[in-house]
């Protein structure tokens, strides 16, 4: 063992640091049946009104107000898709269908269920307002309105918009391409036994849902030993396609803690200890051609909450999302959260709603090794070191993982 040698970061120092030396990633134009979940990279603003024209909300009678009350003769139909040529002179009225397009000369649409009809001739109520039931043209979008900005996740509603304007394609950016490695001579394929002394790589499948979550596509490396050669041959090779690398493991000051030095010799480590419960091995280092690199630690936990700190939010970078934080909410404690003396930690904390707030209770013991403390956690709180803690009944803004 050797002490280490890299100085203690504060957890927002590091963060923005990480975020400093990641970079967005380029634009490509995608199918807009491969967009949902991407990110857009250039703001929508509409070309065309939506409606492009006045389409009627119901199915009736399209009419000219000034004739309300009188009998009239139907000149005509404008069905959804096929429009009535013709114009709606006084004294008469063109049948309508919903989505059909309001004829030339008529100023409403009377609903089926207000008129009585006798053959070819139409009674109207009285009162008629002109401009009921049909939508006018740029009632829904207008045009030069923005409609969807750059930096957001393209979802149900947005491609919906995308389509009725006509765009096929969509210029998102490129999901960054992570290659993931769990380091350790201790560990075993899941659904292998483990003998005596190994572990199964859980890392690997909670890393790789957590990525995917981000955005990211992944590259499985596997399992590299203890032994540097070996870890230098999968990371190099993975580099060649990757954008970014994330191991787990190997990376406190024990003698098979490899990953260090490894990222020393193929770029620089910015960052190899921070002030962070669970997580001060952290390691992030820059690589040639803007790839970066993320060391996480061993520990379960340790591995998962340096990633929502560091991790996420660089991927969100990449992709160009314009929110790369979890969003917050105000919660208040339901316990009392202990300090850690030098580092800043992140509890993990269940939500439970309690007369128009949320109240925060510990997932108990906070053991980095504990994974059960994650499992089903909805937040996290982060409690400044030092020696006051946060009293139970204080609020707090938490990092929100998933609302009950
Ligand atoms: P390390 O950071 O390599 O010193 O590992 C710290 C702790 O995390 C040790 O108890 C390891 O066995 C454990 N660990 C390391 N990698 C993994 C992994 N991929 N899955 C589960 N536990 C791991
Ligand atoms: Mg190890």
């Given at each position: 063992m050797r002490?280490?040698t890299?100085?203690?970061?504060?957890?927002d120092?590091?963060?923005?640091?990480?975020?400093?030396r990641?970079?967005?990633?380029?634009?490509?134009?995608?199918?807009?049946?491969?967009c949902?979940?991407r990110v857009l990279?250039e703001?929508?603003t509409?070309?065309?009104?939506l409606?492009?024209?006045?389409?009627?909300?119901?199915?009736?009678?399209?009419?000219?107000?000034?004739?309300?009350g009188?009998?009239?003769?139907?000149?005509?139909?404008?069905?959804?898709g096929?429009?009535f040529?013709?114009?709606?002179?006084?004294g008469?009225?063109?049948?309508i269908?919903?989505?059909g397009?309001?004829?030339?000369g008529?100023d409403c649409v009377?609903?089926v269920e207000?008129?009585?009809i006798?053959?070819?001739?139409v009674?109207?109520?009285?009162g008629?307002?002109?401009?009921?039931?049909?939508?006018?043209?740029?009632?829904?979008l207008?045009?030069?309105?923005?409609v969807?900005?750059?930096?957001?996740?393209?979802?149900?509603a947005e491609?919906?918009l995308c389509?009725?304007?006509?765009?096929?394609?969509?210029?998102v950016?490129?999901r960054?391409?992570v290659s993931?490695?769990?380091?350790?001579?201790?560990?075993v394929?899941?659904g292998e036994k483990?003998?005596?002394?190994?572990i199964v790589?859980s890392?690997?499948w909670?890393l790789l849902a957590?990525?995917?979550?981000?955005?990211?596509?992944?590259?499985?490396?596997g399992?590299?030993p203890?032994q540097?050669?070996?870890l230098r041959?999968?990371?190099?090779d993975?580099?060649?396609?990757a954008?970014?690398?994330?191991?787990?493991?190997?990376?406190?000051?024990?003698?098979?803690d490899?990953?260090?030095p490894?990222?020393?010799s193929?770029?620089?480590?910015?960052?190899?200890?921070?002030?962070?419960?669970?997580?001060?091995?952290?390691?992030?280092?820059?690589?040639?051609e803007g790839?970066?690199a993320?060391g996480l630690p061993?520990f379960?936990?340790?591995?998962l909450v340096t990633?929502?700190v560091?991790?996420?939010?660089a991927?969100?970078?990449?992709q160009?999302?314009s929110?790369?934080?979890?969003?917050?909410?105000?919660?208040?404690?339901?316990y009392?959260a202990?300090?850690?003396a030098?580092?800043?930690?992140?509890?993990?904390?269940t939500?439970?709603?309690e007369?128009?707030?949320?109240?925060?209770e510990?997932?108990?013991?906070q053991?980095?090794s504990?994974l059960?403390?994650?499992a089903?956690?909805?937040a996290l709180?982060?409690?400044p070191?030092?020696?006051?803690?946060?009293k139970?009944?204080?609020?707090?803004e938490?990092?929100?993982?998933?609302?009950?």
């Open positions: 002490a280490s890299y100085p203690l970061v504060e957890v120092e590091a963060a923005a640091l990480v975020l400093d990641t970079h967005v990633l380029g634009v490509e134009r995608v199918s807009i049946a491969e949902d979940g990279a703001n929508v509409a070309t065309e009104p409606p492009a024209f006045p389409s009627s909300a119901v199915d009736g009678y399209a009419v000219r107000s000034e004739d309300a009188k009998d009239l003769r139907v000149s005509g139909e404008s069905a959804a096929r429009p040529d013709g114009t709606v002179e006084p008469t009225a063109a049948r269908l919903t989505g397009v309001v004829p030339d008529a009377v609903m207000d008129v009585h006798r053959g070819e001739i009674t109207v109520p009285a008629l307002r002109p401009g009921s039931n049909f939508h006018r043209p740029g009632d829904d207008r045009v030069g309105e923005l969807v900005p750059a930096g957001i996740e393209l979802g149900a491609l919906g389509a009725a304007l006509g765009l096929s394609k969509l210029p950016h490129r960054p391409r993931l490695l769990s380091t350790g001579d201790e560990l394929e899941v483990p003998k005596r002394g190994q790589d890392n690997r909670a957590a990525l995917r979550e981000a955005g990211a596509e992944v590259m499985l490396l399992i590299a203890d540097p050669d070996a041959r999968v990371v190099v993975a580099l060649t396609h954008d970014v690398l994330v191991t787990s493991g190997g990376v406190s000051v024990g003698t098979h490899l990953v260090k490894l990222l020393e193929l770029g620089t480590v910015h960052i190899g200890r921070v002030k962070l419960k669970p997580g001060k091995p952290f390691t992030f280092a820059s690589l040639a790839r970066v993320f061993g379960p936990v340790s591995s990633f929502e560091f991790v996420r939010p991927l969100r970078k990449m160009g999302y929110r790369l934080e979890r969003p917050t909410l105000p919660v208040r404690l339901a009392d202990r300090a850690s030098d580092r800043t930690e992140y509890q993990r904390v939500l439970r709603r007369g128009g707030e949320l109240v925060a510990t997932t108990g013991s053991s980095s504990r059960m403390s994650l089903g956690a909805h709180v982060r409690v070191a030092g020696t006051q803690g946060i139970a009944g204080s609020i707090v938490a990092m929100i993982l998933a609302l009950p």
